[in-house]
């Protein structure tokens, strides 16, 4: 389908506003959020930017991906794969770029559900044809670890901590596909790396 200005389940406007002043501040062009809550299927503007989203009827899990003002136009297709996996289609002159939206299950959860997420993720990158520009955009649940351990190809050097199953999942999927991840490509301080802390531990 694509991504139109039809309404049927929104987000709260205001935290819409809110993210996309930040990403506006930031000069980011296009966001994939995850664990966004919001129900159903639809699209909107947000400020300037063209939000396009996916959650499902009972408002759990959901992915968006928003598009600036520069590019919004240029989007040809937005393709919900499941409550984890989305994918817009953007054409701008002669080149193709798909994004992806993805965010993986908790590593508590069964392997089953672990497996079909990135049987998905697969699947997804399989379809998009070597000619066209890929980037994915996720919540990986996982550690990649500060130390590369045979995947300096698509490791860049800079991360925390230890490296984890979820992270061996990240790295084992980028190496096959020859991908990069790019956020372990530039140093961050160290509170830009911890996503959470307690008295004991931080992660």
């Known amino acids: 389908m694509t991504c139109d200005s039809s309404l049927t389940s929104t987000p709260t406007p205001l935290l819409i506003i809110e993210l996309a002043k930040i990403l506006l501040k930031r000069r980011v062009n296009i966001a994939c959020v995850q664990e966004t809550g919001w129900a159903r299927l639809s699209a909107r503007d947000a400020d300037g930017y063209k939000l396009c989203y996916s959650g499902t009827q009972k408002g759990k899990n959901g992915l968006s991906i928003l598009v600036d003002r520069e590019l919004r136009e240029y989007v040809v297709e937005v393709r919900r794969v499941n409550n984890k996996l989305t994918i817009i289609k953007l ?78 999942s990240l790295l084992d999927f980028a190496k096959a596909f020859g991908l990069v991840i790019a956020n372990s490509s530039f140093p961050k301080r160290e509170e830009h790396l911890v996503t959470f802390q307690n008295t004991v531990a931080k992660t």
């Open 91 to 168: 054409v701008v002159g002669q080149c193709t770029l798909n994004v992806v939206s993805a965010y993986a299950p908790h590593t508590s959860l069964d392997e089953e559900v672990k497996r079909r997420f990135w049987k998905g993720l697969d699947e997804i990158v399989h379809q998009v044809p070597p000619a066209e520009k890929l980037f994915i955009g996720g919540d990986f649940n996982g550690y990649i670890g500060s130390s590369a351990g045979g995947y300096d190809e698509v490791y860049g050097g800079f991360d925390f901590g230890e490296k984890n199953g979820g992270g061996t």
